[in-house]
Nanobody, 119 residues
Framework: VQLQASGGGLVQAGGSLRLSCTVTGSIVGVILTGWYRQGPGNQRDLVAQITANGDRNYTESVQGRFTISKDNAKNAVHLQMNNLRPEDTALYYC??????????????WGPGTQVTVSS
């Protein structure tokens, strides 16, 4: 089971990007998925999370600009990022807490996808 992420890129300030992350492999279910980001010289911080029930949590700096959503049928999570700012520039990581086919709770990280916002 792995996480595959896509959708990063270079955009001008005020622009938009959409990140997607898909769980590949056979699982029982996903409990919690989210996106984290890590800028140069910074720690990895939470950006947004969504629970199996659809409850959402955002870090304050992205509220009103970013929207996290999920597609249960495809085991996918998306992050729509609007009105991007240069300070949003970072490596973005998908994260998932899921139940494996062996009924174990596992936490997975996807490969980072670069988001660069130019001023």
């Amino acid at each position: 089971v792995q996480l595959q992420a896509s959708g990063g890129g270079l955009v001008q300030a005020g622009g938009s990007l959409r990140l997607s992350c898909t769980v590949t492999g056979s699982i029982v279910g996903v409990i919690l998925t989210g996106w984290y980001r890590q800028g140069p010289g910074n720690q990895r911080d939470l950006v947004a999370q969504i629970t199996a029930n659809g409850d959402r949590n955002y870090t304050e700096s992205v509220q009103g600009r970013f929207t996290i959503s999920k597609d249960n049928a495809k085991n996918a999570v998306h992050l729509q990022m609007n009105n991007l700012r240069p300070e949003d520039t970072a490596l973005y990581y998908c994260n998932a807490h899921l139940i494996s086919r062996t009924l174990k709770l596992e936490e997975l990280w996807g490969p980072g996808t670069q988001v660069t916002v130019s001023s």
